[in-house]
Nanobody, 123 residues
Framework: QVQLVESGGGLVQAGGSLRLSCAAS????????MGWFRQAPGKERDFVAA????????YYADSAKGRFTISRDNPKNTVYLQMNSLQPEDTAVYYC????????????????WGQGTQVTVSS
């Protein structure tokens, strides 16, 4: 089992940047594929980005391509989401998630979730 704790959210102006971190407990972090999702008020939880166990391949939602970068540091048990050129529509609670299977864009594929971190982008 793994526990996930996100950090790095906050309030930023449009065009600004934030880097989210997700720290995982346990010594088997490298066996999990990792994903970032977000949920705005009144909306479903949507896929943002995912990265394979080795960190060799990453996948992005169309809304994140060219602006967001997912990365991981397995010795530090941490996955990151660098977000640039943020816009008000990026406002949401951001969640990291871990899967023992291959990474996908669907929430049902992930076994463990963090508690989320709020990102608010002002116009």
């Amino acid at each position: 089992q793994v526990q996930l704790v996100e950090s790095g959210g906050g309030l930023v102006q449009a065009g600004g940047s934030l880097r989210l971190s997700c720290a995982a407990s346990g010594r088997t972090f490298s066996i999990y594929g990792m994903g970032w999702f977000r949920q705005a008020p009144g909306k479903e939880r949507d896929f943002v980005a995912a990265i394979r166990r080795s960190g060799g391949s990453a996948y992005y939602a169309d809304s994140a391509k060219g602006r967001f970068t997912i990365s991981r540091d397995n010795p530090k048990n941490t996955v990151y989401l660098q977000m640039n050129s943020l816009q008000p529509e990026d406002t949401a609670v951001y969640y990291c998630a871990a899967t023992r299977d291959i990474v996908t864009v669907t929430t049902a594929s992930y076994d463990y979730w963090g508690q989320g971190t709020q990102v608010t982008v002002s116009s």
